[in-house]
């Protein structure tokens, strides 16, 4: 159980029950996907956007300055 979970029953007893669970359901998985996000960042480990593009713009400088 991740602590976000509700006791689940065979059928919820309303239609405000069915929204809650159905609401549950849809935000555990995103949390899930944020989980798998962050564990491929430690996994791979990817970069920032800031530093990808300083490393991307400082490869285009460098191979500018070898032209001229």
């Not at 960042?41 to 593009?53: L, P, Q, R, T």
């Amino acid at each position: 159980m991740t602590g976000l979970e509700l006791p689940r029953h065979p059928q919820p007893a309303s239609p405000a029950g069915e929204a809650v669970a159905a609401y549950v359901d849809r935000e555990l998985e995103i949390i899930e996907g944020i989980k798998r996000g962050l564990a491929d960042v430690e996994a791979w480990g990817i970069v920032s956007h800031d530093k990808a593009m300083a490393e991307i713009y400082a490869a285009i400088d460098a191979g500018t300055r070898r032209k001229v």
